[in-house]
């Protein structure tokens, strides 16, 4: 499974994170704590599109879990698919 993970105002790919598992915790855990290392714990808010593995995974690393309303989250593959192409 690919991951890829996007920051619509900037319009940049943050990060990208390949799994051999499908959407678990443990896979959003791995995900979520290689982009804090990443970027050294800037960023403490995660917004998804509601999988139930973010805000588990959000409360294991401490940090803050919002979700995307559906309106945002178009904008987001839109953004992400105009970036790439």
Known sequence: MLWV???PTLRQILGVYISR???NMI???ALLN????I???KHTIVYSDGGRCYPEA???LG????LHSSYEKSI???RASEYQG
Do not use: P
């Open 39 to 41: 970027y050294d714990g």
């Open 34 to 37: 290689s982009l804090i290392k």
């Open 27 to 29: 896979v959003a855990e």
């Open 5 to 7: 993970v996007v920051e």
């Open 63 to 66: 940090l803050k879990h919002r």
């Open 76 to 78: 987001v593959v839109e």
């Open 58 to 60: 959000c409360v294991l």
């Open 21 to 23: 598992h499908r959407n």
